[in-house]
């Protein structure tokens, strides 16, 4: 598989995943994904009857991570990366990455009326209660293009999904914890 084909089965993987959560948890329908070209979001799909715009990502916490967790050979100079990583402390390093995301998405444009982003966390160091208790700490840029901002706590999605915005969404998920 290519990088453009693993790129494209990693989105519409993570587009299904959290589908399917978020209809278990609203008993909203969201149905039949497609694939966009540039410019607009990564996957659209029907909300209810509405179309939605998804944006996707994969939360790695850094390139040397992503390399390690996609099963890639590792040269020594990324071993050693890796290694250095392990000093900075897992949530500092989770923060730094969700925040990185979140401002690098924010900045693009997207030939969208109404899209969200969807980040999958791909990191088996992190789970969806630790964002949660550490979420506090994300910077949200004061202008972005996302309706709302949804992390699916791990690659299966088994630790469900969290929203990070809009505020509401988070402080109403704080308050069922």
């Known amino acids: 598989m290519n990088g453009s084909e693993e790129k494209f089965f990693l989105e519409h993987e993570a587009a299904r995943i959290f589908m399917r959560l978020y209809e278990q948890r609203y ?3 969201m149905r039949h994904i497609w694939h966009n070209e540039p410019a607009r979001p990564d996957v659209s799909c029907y909300y209810a009857d509405q179309k939605l715009d998804l944006e996707i990502a994969h939360l790695y916490g850094s390139e040397v991570e992503a390399m390690h967790i996609l099963g890639r050979e590792l040269s020594s100079q990324t071993h050693q990366e890796l290694l250095a990583l392990l000093a ?4 500092q390093r989770m923060l730094t990455a ?4 979140i401002t690098n998405k924010a900045a693009k444009y997207y030939d969208s009326e109404r ?6 966390n791909a990191n088996p160091l992190w789970r969806r209660e630790a964002m949660l208790a550490h979420c506090h700490a994300l910077h949200m840029p004061k202008k972005h293009p996302f309706e709302q901002i949804w992390v699916i706590g791990d690659m299966q999605g088994i630790s ?12 109403q998920e704080r308050s069922t914890c």
């Open 115 to 120: 899209v969200w982003l969807v980040i999958r």
């Open 88 to 91: 900075v402390p897992a949530e």
């Open 27 to 29: 008993q909203i329908k």
């Open 98 to 101: 969700l925040n990185r995301i």
């Open 160 to 171: 469900g999904i969290l929203p990070l915005y809009p505020t509401a969404l988070l402080q």
